[in-house]
């Protein structure tokens, strides 16, 4: 028995919200790579600033691979090679013009 494929709107429209989270994410992590060095450098920060934004950190990794292999095993064929090749574009695009 053949698997179906998703239609490719369906696959736009799952690499379109997976770029978002991916872009979401990234530029977190870089703000809560930001915060976690000042708070590791002031004495008396607090354990849940530590704890969110390694949090953040983690997520901003563990969310994009975990896509990558659910939309590659779901049979989508856009959205694999999207998030590995746009996101980390999108990612800096965003940083460029957050940072101005």
């Known amino acids: 028995m053949t698997a ?3 239609s490719v709107t369906r ?5 379109a919200w997976l770029l978002a989270v991916e872009t979401a994410l990234g530029t977190g992590a870089v703000y809560a790579l930001i915060v ?9 920060s607090g354990i849940g600033v530590l704890a969110a934004c390694i949090g953040v950190l983690a ?25 590995v090749v746009v996101g980390p574009a999108l990612v800096s695009g965003a940083l460029s013009v957050l940072g101005r």
């Open 11 to 15: 696959d736009l429209l799952h690499t």
């Open 4 to 6: 179906t494929r998703p």
């Open 36 to 44: 976690l060095l000042f708070a590791l450098a002031t004495p008396g």
């Open 59 to 83: 997520a901003a990794v563990a969310v994009p691979l975990t896509a990558v292999a659910v939309s590659v095993r779901r049979g989508y064929r856009i959205a694999p090679v999207a998030l």
